[in-house]
Each structure stands twice: as structure tokens, then as C-alpha cells.
Antibody, heavy 117, light 110 residues
Framework: EVQVVESGGGLVQPGGSLRLSCAPSGFIVSNYWMHWVRQAPGKGLVWVARMNKDGSRTDHADSVRGRFTISRDNAKNTLYLQMNSLRAEDAALYYC??????????WGQGTLVTVSS | QSVLTQPPSASGTPGQRVTISCSGSSSNIGNDNVYWYQQLPGTAPKLLIYNNNRRPSGVPDRFSGSKSGTSASLDISELQSEDEADYYCAAWDGSLRGYVFGAGTMVTVL
């Protein structure tokens, strides 16, 4: 079965760092555009970042640019989201998404990030 | 507030038609495709419409999308109880260099 599984969420203090991981099964991440999308509790969806197939291009939302970095380890077939200088407003469920807005889209169940002192 | 504007709620009785609007600008909807998502309570979003009016495999043809200028709409014909969910529109914004979403529309089946 094709799926993605996120991990790495947890409680972090404001200003702290966290690295989220996205491990796929049934496909290779480098064959798809991969994205991160987040959703604060009770709120709407917010696109966070994307990486293209060959890893040569990344885009990040204004709200996280300069603080978050999407990356990939082809040997481990894993996508990452490095999150630095975390703020209270970054608290959310973070989804890893294959082929976001495409016909082969697959969402994970998300990993929860809580930012609090 | 969200870059794309949706009504916060919509409702209908079973069998009725419900239409959800999504308004944007020339930097997003006016120059790129529109996408629609359905999110049932406690679950991950599901793509309903891509490239303005195309349905992924498995999405019932009761769901249809359209776009005109800087606005788009999602039609749910023959509303069913299982359609009760939050619906989001999305588009690429060339000025922001990122995807943007509407705030979501909660559809209630009366």
C-alpha cells in the first residue's frame, strides 16, 4: 500500500528546533514533488514547503522562509522538514504530502508540533 | 486572513445542490489552476478537484469544479449526509511564490 508516515513532532520551547521526517512506503520520494502542509488545531490548511523531483528546487511559504528548510535523503528515501526558531504560531499538525494537488496525491496522518514554554 | 476567500458555511438538505465559491486575484486563481479539498472530521484532507475541473479517480461525479477569471466554485449535486465536511480551495500564488488556501467552508447536511 502506498502511504507516507510522518514522525518527529513533539513539545518544543519557543525559539527551539525540531526536525520532522516523512518515510514513504510503496514509492520513492525522488520520483515525486514532495510537500509539507500544516494545520493548527481547529484552523485551516497552510502550505509550508515543497521540493521537486531531482531535489534542485525548493520553495517555502513566506511565514517560514529563513526558519524552515525542506530536504531529502535519497539513500534513506526520507523527506525532512528542519524547523528552527520555532514560534507559538508554528504549533500545528504537520502533514507530508506526495504530489500535492496532483492526481497521485497521498497524505500522511500528520505529526503534531506543540510550541510552548 | 486567507488569500483566497470562501464563505464560512453552507448547508442543504439531502438531494439538494450546494455551491461553494472561492475568490482570489490575478496572482493566484487568475493565472493558475484551482484545487478543491474535502476534510472529514479527524482525517487528512482529500483532493476532490484538480486543475479547475478534473476529478481524481474514485471521486464521485456529484462533485464538479469550475473557474472564471479570478473566481472558482465547487458544486455538490445531490447532497448526501456523508458530504458533511470542511471544503478548502487552493491555488499557486505567483507573487507569494507558494500555494495558498481559502479559510474553508463547513458544509452541513440538514
Amino acid at each position: 500500500e502506498v502511504q507516507v508516515v510522518e514522525s518527529g513532532g513533539g513539545l518544543v520551547q519557543p525559539g527551539g528546533s525540531l526536525r520532522l521526517s516523512c518515510a514513504p512506503s510503496g514509492f520513492i520520494v525522488s520520483n515525486y514533488w514532495m510537500h509539507w502542509v500544516r494545520q493548527a488545531p481547529g484552523k485551516g490548511l497552510v502550505w509550508v514547503a515543497r521540493m521537486n523531483k531531482d531535489g534542485s528546487r525548493t520553495d517555502h511559504a513566506d511565514s517560514v522562509r529563513g526558519r524552515f528548510t525542506i530536504s531529502r535523503d535519497n539513500a534513506k528515501n526520507t523527506l525532512y522538514l528542519q524547523m528552527n526558531s520555532l514560534r507559538a504560531e508554528d504549533a500545528a499538525l504537520y502533514y507530508c504530502v506526495r504530489d500535492f494537488v496532483g492526481a497521485e496525491e497521498v497524505w500522511g496522518q500528520g505529526t503534531l508540533v506543540t510550541v510552548s514554554s | 486572513q486567507s488569500v483566497l476567500t470562501q464563505p464560512p458555511s453552507a448547508s442543504g438538505t439531502p438531494g439538494q445542490r450546494v455551491t461553494i465559491s472561492c475568490s482570489g486575484s490575478s496572482s493566484n486563481i487568475g493565472n493558475d489552476n484551482v484545487y478543491w479539498y474535502q476534510q472529514l472530521p479527524g482525517t487528512a484532507p482529500k483532493l476532490l478537484i484538480y486543475n479547475n475541473n478534473r476529478r481524481p479517480s474514485g471521486v464521485p461525479d456529484r462533485f464538479s469544479g469550475s473557474k472564471s477569471g479570478t473566481s472558482a466554485s465547487l458544486d455538490i449535486s445531490e447532497l448526501q449526509s456523508e458530504d458533511e465536511a470542511d471544503y478548502y480551495c487552493a491555488a499557486w500564488d505567483g507573487s507569494l511564490r507558494g500555494y495558498v488556501f481559502g479559510a474553508g467552508t463547513m458544509v452541513t447536511v440538514l
